[in-house]
């Protein structure tokens, strides 16, 4: 009996272990991809992002959202994914708030 525990336990926890593990390699992977394409979306745009690799890795995330939103809307279906990132909507999303951000940051006055 306790044999039959110790192996149980020992399942469970080897479970939990690569359950977190892979989890947070995940994270990290499509933190990665976000940043990659904020980092992209910020080169496209002209100026720069506000928050450096922080701002990018914001705007590609939240541009992966929008862009995802709209594409689903539209009914469009890139298919291209990677580390759970749709690279086409989240790409034109991060486009979107390089502009959206460059316009509410920018320092230059309007005559």
Do not use: Q, Y
Request: charged share 5%; net charge neutral; hydrophobic share 65%.
């Amino acid at each position: 009996m306790p044999l039959l525990l110790f192996i149980l336990v020992a399942l469970l926890l080897g479970w939990a272990f690569f359950a977190v593990t892979f989890s947070v390699v995940g994270l990290v992977l499509t933190l990665v991809v976000a940043g990659i394409i904020g980092w992209l979306a910020d080169m496209v745009v002209p100026g720069e992002l506000p928050g450096g690799w922080l701002g990018a890795v914001l705007a590609g995330l939240i541009g992966g959202f929008v862009g995802g939103l709209i594409f689903h809307a539209l009914g469009i279906n890139t298919g291209l994914r990677l580390a759970g990132v749709e690279l086409i909507p989240a790409f034109v999303g991060a486009v979107m708030v390089a502009i959206a951000a460059e316009a509410f940051t920018s320092r230059r006055r309007i005559a």
